[in-house]
């Protein structure tokens, strides 16, 4: 799979959570949404974010490949990002030392950046950024 145009991804709005942030209490959301382009799906993302403390930046997480229990750890891949909103800019993550309930590839900075693949990771950002309309608050 090679999608390097935003506009060609589509995304399925899935589910919104809203719990409480530790730090102060406000609402704190975490969406779920699913990537299609024309032949069907891609992969998911997640995004996670409170309101009322945007300086923590919004947290993109995306993951790709196949996510069938027959699948092999090594068929599917995780990144993630944060999005700084006073830059109007992403940041891949890098979670090497992450613990996680995950079974898949966790792909670092240096998967991603100046690799050919970041292209599409940014494609995937920018879709889900541009097209979601519970971000709006984000994009105005």
């Known amino acids: 799979m090679t999608v390097t145009d935003w506009q060609s ?10 719990t409480l942030c530790d730090c102060c209490g406000q609402t704190t ?6 990537l ?4 069907g799906w891609i992969g998911f993302y997640f995004v996670n974010f409170t309101r009322a403390h945007l300086e923590h930046s919004p947290n993109f997480r ?6 069938s229990e027959e699948a092999d750890t090594r068929d599917r891949w995780i990144f993630s990002a944060d999005y700084h909103p ?8 890098d979670h090497l030392g992450e613990t996680t309930t995950v079974d898949a590839v966790h792909l670092s900075r240096e998967d991603i950046v100046g690799q050919p693949f970041s292209h599409e990771a940014f494609a995937l950002l920018d879709a889900i950024y541009l097209k979601e309309s519970r971000l709006e608050f984000l994009r105005s």
């Open 62 to 67: 995306v993951g790709l490949g196949n996510w």
């Open 29 to 34: 959301t975490s969406l779920q949404g699913d």
């Open 86 to 93: 006073n830059l109007n800019a992403f940041t891949i993550l």
């Open 9 to 18: 991804i589509l995304i399925e709005e899935l589910e919104a959570e809203e």
């Open 36 to 39: 299609l382009v024309e032949d």
